[in-house]
């Protein structure tokens, strides 16, 4: 099936001005990214803004940014999610069959042999992209309708890698590299929340909960004001607490922040 049949979501209309100022925003943070050095035991970095830009794109331009009112945000890209996809939680099935995203992926140059990126071709599968958007799926049905009120992002677009292939996650680097990142993915993650203005912001898990805390508590009152905060639970396998009910469980603090109705 090629993908223009496969592609329910699928986004052919042109960038409006607003969908410009989120692909700007995205490139500006993707220079800056790249323009930084991290130190052992990080050996390789993946920027999926880069080498999947032309599927992260195609993502970003399906946000519908005049009529978001929830903001989902992630920690930063799994090596078999997003790093192979470009999308956020971007588990393979979920972008390319229900998102019908399937934009062609680079390689990264410093590639790590045993993290290849493949593309829409990886076998391996992204269970916390898997499990997130299966639960939108089984909430909205069609991509178009959980568009038209929500949109997902990630707080780092970089994967960061040990030379034995162990992921890192950014609260694990040097004091200041991470202060360094810190302040660039915040600004980045200030100038999504000031284009969309959403009235929920959803972090999964902790972290993604104080970045937007931090974030907002330095925005201008009348914005960070009028925004509801809540954290659900993180859909990683690592998590035990994840791997019992996630969906239902998830649901159920959704609906009890207000950003779900029953």
């Not at 399906?62 to 090596?79: E, I």
Request: net charge positive; aromatic share 8%.
């Amino acid at each position: 099936m090629n993908q223009a049949t496969r592609s329910p979501g699928r986004s052919t209309s042109r960038p409006n001005q607003k969908q410009h100022h989120l692909l700007d925003a995205a490139k500006r943070l993707s220079d800056a990214v790249d323009a930084m050095a991290f130190s052992p035991p990080v050996t390789h970095v993946y920027n999926p803004l880069q080498y999947a830009w032309k599927s992260h794109r195609e993502f970003l331009l399906r946000c519908q940014v005049d009529s978001t009112r929830t903001l989902f945000l992630g920690m930063n890209p799994g090596p078999w999610g997003m790093a192979q996809t470009g999308v956020p939680f971007g588990q393979v099935d979920a972008v390319r069959d229900w998102l019908g995203i399937m934009s062609p992926v680079d390689r990264p140059e410093n590639e790590h042999p045993k993290r290849p990126i493949q593309g829409f071709a990886c076998q391996r599968s992204e269970v916390s992209g898997e499990r997130l958007w299966g639960l939108f799926k089984h909430h909205f049905g069609t991509p178009e309708k959980m568009f038209a009120e929500q949109f997902v992002v990630n707080y780092c677009p970089l994967v960061f890698m040990e030379e034995s292939a162990r992921n890192r996650t950014p609260d694990k680097l040097a004091p200041l590299e991470m202060q360094r990142l810190q302040d660039v993915c915040d600004q980045h993650l200030a100038c999504v929340i000031e284009l969309l203005h959403p009235k929920f912001l959803v972090g999964i898990g902790a972290y993604a909960e104080k970045c937007f805390a931090r974030v907002i508590s330095k925005m201008e009152p009348q914005i960070g004001d009028s925004l509801s905060l809540i954290r659900i639970l993180h859909p990683s396998p690592a998590s035990p607490a994840a791997n019992r009910n996630w969906a239902e469980v998830v649901t159920g603090q959704l609906i009890d922040g207000g950003v779900w109705s029953k």
